[in-house]
């Protein structure tokens, strides 16, 4: 039910696209603005994890109940994505303080900047997720991609009840299933085809997959800024899943409701809906996200029609909660 590429410019910086596809159009969407000096738990009750969040960051929140994808100040990307396939260990078998699953990307987003150090403190996981129902009946079954400002990247999963981590710079596309490595076979298959023969063409994850891996190894390394954020969003609108091609049987395969580009070098977080008609971003230098200062809201289904920067319309609002 969603994609994720990180585009390599002409000028050596990074863009990570992400689209996000799911059957519940209702599901409450809100950009988030959180400063560093945050304190933070795991949402999971008395024996929840805590931190302070080291850096600031703006983020989308899915159902007002987690963090689904975002953008740090120090560069570092990360992408929610639906993975049905997960198995979480026990929490109780574990001993460790709890996190539910709408927590663990914003954990990532508050306390690195890299993605060599997120891998290298997840060698023993400091927590153990708990993965709640949703509000559509599902089981929140998530992994992660992380990329940093320097072009690495990481895949996170759960696969029975253990951590598997696929980290470096080559790992560039990431849909939903199956498993990392068996997107990985099935991707290695079609490149010995030739994607310029023959490409999957259905709305599965798989052949999303190899689309998306074909679309990026043929597009230009643009060095003009404005022709490589058009490059990424082309590539995402071209996986986009239309409006009311859901699957009800089949929750990897849904309608895209919003897009996602992440200007790792300028700081720069851009928004596509799918319903409303509109894009717009922020700079997060024209965020106040120094310790202290007020966790603001930008609520993108809202009266007023955004474009263009829009720090200023954030709001101040109380956290949400996660679920």
């Known amino acids: 039910m969603c994609s994720r590429i990180k585009y390599q410019t002409g000028t050596g910086t990074y863009i990570i696209g992400r689209s996000m596809d799911w059957s519940d159009a209702t599901a409450k969407t809100r950009l988030w603005a959180f400063p560093k000096g945050m304190n933070r738990d795991g949402g999971a009750g008395s024996n929840s994890f805590s931190w302070v969040s080291k850096y600031g960051s703006v983020c ?32 109780d078998s574990t001993g460790k303080p709890r996190m539910s699953v709408g927590a663990w990307l914003q954990y990532f987003l508050d306390e690195f900047s890299t993605v060599a150090n997120a891998v290298a403190a997840l060698q023993d996981p400091p927590f153990a997720l708990v993965a709640p129902i949703l509000p559509n009946g599902r089981v929140a079954a998530v992994h992660l991609a ?17 951590l598997v981590i696929h980290s470096g710079p080559q790992y560039c596309v990431l849909t939903n299933s199956p498993s990392y490595e068996q997107q990985l076979a099935l991707n290695a298959y079609w490149d010995l085809i030739g994607g310029s023969h023959m490409l999957p063409g259905t709305i599965s994850a798989p052949d999303r997959f190899v689309r998306l891996s074909y679309n990026l190894k043929s597009s230009p390394k643009y060095a003009d800024r404005r022709l490589a954020v058009a490059s990424v969003f082309s590539q995402m609108r071209s996986i986009s899943v239309p409006l009311g091609m859901d699957d009800p049987e089949h929750p990897n395969i849904a309608s895209t409701l919003w897009r996602t580009v992440s200007d790792q070098d300028a700081k720069r977080y851009y928004f596509e809906s799918a319903i409303q008609p509109y ?17 603001k809201s930008l609520d993108i289904n809202g009266a007023k029609d955004l474009a263009g920067e829009v720090s200023n319309e954030f709001e101040p609002a109380e956290p949400f909660k996660w679920l």
């Open 60 to 91: 989308t929140s899915f159902y007002d109940g987690g963090t689904a994808d975002g953008m740090n100040e120090a560069g570092l990307v990360g992408n929610m994505l639906y993975l049905v396939e997960s198995v979480y260990p026990e929490p």
């Open 146 to 162: 992380l990329a940093d400002a320097e072009g690495d990247s990481a895949i996170l999963e759960y696969l029975d009840g253990k």
């Open 279 to 295: 894009i717009f971003w922020t700079d997060l230098d024209q965020l106040d996200l120094t310790p202290g200062a007020p966790v």
